[in-house]
């Protein structure tokens, strides 16, 4: 196992670096290069004096993959070792069903792949190393092949029935203390019904995908890991659960962004990889789009406005209370505080298509409150800032005009933030003095301004919003 997020001579600081001296090549990379890449780029001679993950034997520059596999759908980011965008693209999830449930396994693995096939060819050979991203604690349980057990466990679904159990054998408040935690989701299957308990393994969607690359089976990164119960500041899982039958199932943890080991040969002859290509450790999709944002000192934060709502503050101490889903990832030494509530763009989709949503924002002014109180749930339950998986989304009353409905909407999922960074406050978080914004939501700009009211702070958009950019930047890490 290792002790630090990046070693001491590629810290968190210097990604941001890399990342601020060419934030407005940046930006114009991307209003150009749409699944495109840069000929002149890719065969300068940057690199040419140097070897391995930094050049390849014929001068070219090495490049560096990053995959956001998030709620709806996955992306891709290729890189140089400048931070300079070389190719990106998305894919939708298809949805294969199983019985009466989403085949995600199925779906995730056909988007890896696609995703693959999709940059350019002769771009592959320059990739030195691939990471991918993942949502927390959508958790897997595999057999010693690598083929699931069960149906995968989605990140917001909640098992209260192992609640009891878990609360029994964690400290108190403890973040596995709640029955969305991959610790009760792992619970909750032990206890079922099932034959195959000996040759189970837990994995994270992140570290399956993972899998499919490098074939060494077992594998997480803390950051994924810390919501079954693995302790960052230990750098172990603690005794408490160690102890419990299922301490076997539990994956080996490494760093984020640590190499695993290379690119599987069949994988590498179908697409087309050199043999020195490897596979990196992930992390979880909210903390991929923080290191893509330029959020360097204790008290910026980055709001990742996806499917989902999630906030993550640059602390100088850990908070942890699983009262109010909050829990502090490590990031060297400093903590990223945080959580995730089940608001967020997935309630705006039920309600209005892409092109409404851009018509209706533009009759909002964002200098005026609206009296509209809603808490906007997808379905019942919330994880943060209130943990609690019985309340009922509110919705109602809907006003006739639609901008006002929207309005409304927007204010209150501003308003579910603003008590988010409030609530790590008094729990004694650094407080939060500025707010970047990444993920879809991050393009609205009256959002943006309903929130700098709402917050009262200094509310923009990240100029790189791709949790994939983050994960591409995990990649770099592994490779230098």
């Known amino acids: 196992m290792q002790a630090s997020f990046y070693p001491s001579t590629w810290n968190f600081y210097s990604i941001s670096s890399i990342y601020q001296r060419n934030v407005k090549q940046y930006n114009r990379t991307f209003t150009r290069r749409k699944i495109q890449y840069n000929i002149g780029v890719v065969s300068s001679s940057m690199g040419s004096s140097e070897n391995g993950r930094n050049g390849d034997r014929n001068g070219n520059e090495r490049l560096y993959l990053g995959m956001d596999f998030g709620t709806s759908g996955a992306r891709y980011a290729l890189i140089d070792k400048q931070g300079q965008i070389h190719a990106e693209g998305k894919r939708e999830y298809p949805l294969y069903m199983s019985g009466e449930s989403v085949d995600w396994t199925r779906s995730w693995k056909e988007t890896l792949f696609s995703l693959l096939e999709d940059f350019p060819v002769y771009l592959r050979p320059l990739v030195a190393s691939i990471s991918i991203d993942g949502t927390s604690a959508t958790t897997m349980i595999v057999d010693s092949t690598g083929e699931p057990l069960c149906r995968p466990l989605l990140y917001n679904e909640s098992c209260p029935d192992a609640l009891p159990v878990v609360k029994s054998i964690a400290p108190t408040n403890h973040t596995v203390c709640t029955g969305s935690s991959t610790l009760c989701k792992l619970v909750s299957w032990w206890n079922s019904e099932n034959s195959k308990k000996d040759s189970a393994v837990l ?3 992140a570290d399956w995908l993972l899998w499919l ?108 209370d699983a009262r109010f889903g909050v829990y502090s990832h490590r990031l060297d030494d400093k903590w990223l505080v945080g959580g995730a509530s089940n608001t967020g763009g997935v309630v ?31 379905a019942v339950g919330e994880r943060f800032p209130v943990a609690d998986p019985n309340m009922k989304p509110r919705l109602h009353p809907r006003p006739d005009n639609d901008s006002e409905y929207l309005h409304g909407i927007l204010e209150s999922i501003a308003r579910i933030e603003a008590k988010g960074y409030s609530l790590l406050k008094e729990l004694g978080a650094t407080e939060v003095d500025e707010v970047f914004t990444a993920g879809g939501g991050a393009k ?37």
């Not at 299922?246 to 760093?255: C, Q, R, T, W």
Request: hydrophobic share 40%; proline share 6%.
């Open 213 to 320: 690359l490098h074939g060494k089976l077992g594998i997480s990164d803390y950051n994924n890991a810390l919501k079954v119960g693995f302790d960052p500041e230990m750098d172990a899982y603690p005794p408490w659960l160690r102890k419990q039958p299922y301490s076997s199932m539990l994956p080996s943890i490494v760093s984020p962004g640590s190499v695993i080991a290379n690119v599987k040969e069949d994988v590498r002859n179908k697409l087309g990889f050199s043999e020195d290509c490897v596979i990196c450790a992930g992390t979880t999709d909210s903390i991929a789009a923080f290191l893509a944002a330029r959020a360097t000192e204790p008290g910026k934060a980055v709001t990742s406005l996806g499917s989902t709502l999630a906030i993550k503050l640059l602390s100088k101490s850990r908070v942890e």
């Open 444 to 480: 609205n700009e009256k959002w943006t301004k309903i929130r700098e009211r709402v917050l009262g702070l200094s509310v923009s958009r990240a100029a790189q919003t791709e949790a994939a950019y983050g994960a591409a930047l995990l990649a770099l890490k592994g490779a230098t």
């Open 203 to 205: 994995l994270h969607q």
């Open 348 to 378: 705006l989709r039920q309600l209005f298509t892409d092109e409404q949503l851009e018509k209706l924002s533009e009759h909002i002014n964002p200098a005026v409150p609206s009296s509209l109180d809603y808490y906007p749930l997808p």
